[in-house]
């Protein structure tokens, strides 16, 4: 088949659509990404860092709204106990298995139910 005039400048037109809306942006990230929005599950025992990279935990349970984005993260902290977390202060690294938080580990100890505050503030003996 033989392209005429048209057949090129709708070509152009189509392609030109494609690179102004950023091309293969529909694809999957290479970095890390921010949370909310996503729709994921079958992140438990994912590794959760703080905001030093220090490890804090580990994803225990993710919760979605209606739609089945991610809105909040319960994370099973090193230290005792669970934090919630929104998941708009969390980034997604899929191919590592990883979760890195914009919250330091005290800010995240802060959020644990009281065992993990009693667990953290005891002394051992």
Request: net charge neutral; charged share 20%.
């Amino acid at each position: 088949m033989a392209f005429n005039r048209s057949h090129k400048a709708w070509g152009a037109v189509i392609a030109g659509a494609i690179l102004a809306t950023g091309g293969m942006a529909t694809g999957a990230p290479e970095g890390p990404v921010r949370m909310s929005g996503l729709k994921v599950s079958g992140m438990a025992g994912y590794e959760v860092l703080d905001l030093t990279g220090l490890r804090v935990g580990e994803i225990a349970r993710v919760e979605q709204d209606a739609q089945g984005r991610t809105r909040w993260l319960n994370i099973a902290l090193d230290a005792g106990g669970q934090a919630r977390v929104a998941a708009f202060r969390a980034d997604l690294d899929a191919n590592q298995k990883l979760v890195s938080l914009r919250l330091s580990e005290d800010l995240l100890i802060a959020r644990a139910d009281a065992r993990a505050i009693e667990a953290v503030s005891s002394p051992s003996v």
